[in-house]
C-alpha cells in the first residue's frame, strides 16, 4: 500500500511541473501613445486634429513616423475628406437667426369672435425669444382660462385684450409697453 502511495505521489508532481503555466513572449504589450491626443498611435487618425497628431509624432517620436510610413501630407488630405460639423442643418438654422433680427419686435393681440364666443389671439414671442410654450403656461395662470397653442400663436377664450396691453410688459420686463399692438 505504501508503494501505491508514493507511485501516486510521483505522478502527481509530474502533472503540476508539466502544468506549469508557459512564459508568452509576446506580453506584456508595449502600447505607444501619441503625445498630442493620448490614444495609441494606430487610432490618431480617428482624433479631432489628425494634422496635429502627424506633426507632433513627426517632432517628437521621428523613427516611429518613418516606421510608420507616414507623411505631413496626409494629414491635409484627411482634413479635406473629413465632414466639418454642421452641414445643412447648421445653415438653415443660422438663416432662421438672421431672419428673426429683420422682423420688427411686436407683441399682436387680436380679438376673433366665433358665433357668440369671442378668443383673443396673441402672437409675437418668439421675436423675444421667448418660447411661446412658457408663454402661454404663464398666461393660463394668471388669467385662469383655457389656452392653446396654435404654432406660435397662443388662443386664449374670452376677451381679454385690455388686460393683456396692460399685463404683457409687466410680466416679461424685456418686452417694452409700446411694442405690444392691439389689431
Not at 513572449?25 to 482624433?47: A, D, G, K, L, Q
Not at 497628431?53 to 484627411?78: G, H, I, K, V
Not at 420688427?104 to 423675444?128: A, D, N, P
Request: overall charge negative.
Amino acid at each position: 500500500v505504501i508503494l501505491l502511495l508514493n507511485r501516486m505521489s510521483d505522478d502527481e508532481g509530474e502533472q503540476a511541473v508539466a502544468a506549469a503555466p508557459q512564459r508568452d513572449p509576446r506580453f506584456p504589450v508595449h502600447v505607444v501613445y501619441c503625445p498630442e491626443c493620448t490614444r495609441p498611435v494606430e487610432f490618431c487618425e480617428y482624433s479631432e486634429d489628425y494634422a496635429a497628431c502627424l506633426t507632433a509624432l513627426s517632432e517628437q517620436m521621428p523613427e516611429l513616423f518613418q516606421q510608420m510610413n507616414l507623411s505631413l501630407d496626409m494629414a491635409r488630405d484627411a482634413e479635406k475628406k473629413k465632414q466639418k460639423r454642421g452641414g445643412k442643418a447648421q445653415k438653415e438654422k443660422i438663416a432662421k437667426k438672421t431672419e428673426k433680427v429683420a422682423v420688427t419686435q411686436k407683441i399682436e393681440i387680436e380679438l376673433v369672435t366665433e358665433g357668440k364666443r369671442s378668443k383673443t389671439r396673441v402672437s409675437g414671442f418668439q421675436t423675444f425669444d421667448i418660447k411661446p410654450a412658457e408663454a402661454k403656461k404663464t398666461l393660463a395662470k394668471r388669467l385662469g382660462a383655457g389656452c392653446n397653442l396654435e404654432k406660435d400663436v397662443i388662443v386664449l377664450q374670452g376677451d381679454n385684450v385690455d388686460y393683456l396691453i396692460d399685463t404683457i410688459p409687466k410680466i416679461w420686463s424685456i418686452i417694452p409697453d409700446d411694442s405690444v399692438v392691439e389689431l
